[in-house]
């Protein structure tokens, strides 16, 4: 007999860490009409999938909304809920390089680089 897994948009967590949060609130500080930050997924990458993370001016009507802290806010794309249930947005530095980094428990494969991802 095979298991059924059902998904409800209510049961989603998306959190981030106060790096990310501190980093989130310089960009949006950056555009006066940026209402919040985005949070996506588009086919594409070497293993599937690709975090698309942005500033928000315009809702398009079909995100859920997070409050990972009072002054940010998080907005999730419906096609993206079940991709990302559970992750943990950080900010890190390797280096020179500083990114945002996706500590996505569904995420089976990550690419090298770490920008795409298969469930």
Do not use: H, W
């Not at 310089?26 to 975090?51: E, R, T």
């Not at 280096?95 to 990550?110: C, H, I, Q, R, V």
Request: glycine share 8%; charged share 25%.
């Amino acid at each position: 007999m095979s298991e059924v897994n059902t998904f409800s948009p209510d049961d989603i967590t998306v959190s981030m860490t106060e790096k990310a949060l501190a980093y989130a609130r310089k960009q949006l500080s950056s555009n006066d009409q940026a209402k919040g930050i985005v949070l996506g997924v588009k086919k594409s990458g070497c293993s599937g999938f690709k975090y698309d993370l942005q500033l928000l001016t315009e809702l398009n009507g079909n995100e859920k909304v997070f409050q990972p802290a009072e002054d940010v806010t998080l907005y999730v794309t419906a096609e993206a809920l079940p991709y990302v249930n559970g992750t943990e947005i950080d900010y890190t530095t390797e280096g020179l390089n500083s990114m945002m980094k996706f500590n996505n428990p569904n995420a089976k494969d990550e690419c090298g680089c770490g920008e795409s991802f298969n469930v």
